[in-house]
Nanobody, 127 residues
């Protein structure tokens, strides 16, 4: 079993920054690709960013490219999402997710590629 716990969400004004953290426990974290997704009220959950198990590749949604950065610290079993230049449209519940199979390629940008999910953390950006 894998547990993922997000933190770092909050309320920020447009143009501000937040750093989200996702702490993993229950298995060898460093062997699995990770992703961040978000869901705004009334909308489908959407991919935000992903990182391979080796951290040699990262992936971003077009809407956040150049503003958000995903990274991981395998020694701390934690993946991060640094969010800069935040916009009101970034308001959503942000969740981290872990791939189900170790040492495999990037699982993609849909929820089907991920097996384990955190509960999410709310990010609210005011205009």
């Amino acid at each position: 079993q894998v547990q993922l716990v997000e933190s770092g969400g909050g309320f920020v004004q447009a143009g501000g920054s937040l750093r989200l953290s996702c702490a993993a426990s229950g298995r060898t974290f460093s062997s699995y690709a990770m992703g961040w997704f978000r869901q705004a009220p009334g909308k489908e959950r959407e991919f935000v960013a992903g990182i391979t198990w080796s951290a040699d590749s990262t992936y971003y949604a077009d809407s956040v490219k150049g503003r958000f950065t995903i990274s991981r610290d395998n020694a701390k079993n934690t993946v991060y999402l640094q969010m800069n230049s935040l916009k009101p449209e970034d308001t959503a519940v942000y969740s981290c997710a872990a791939q189900g199979n170790p040492f495999t390629g990037f699982p993609g940008t849909t929820t089907y590629g991920y097996t384990y999910w955190g509960q999410g953390t709310q990010v609210t950006v005011s205009s």
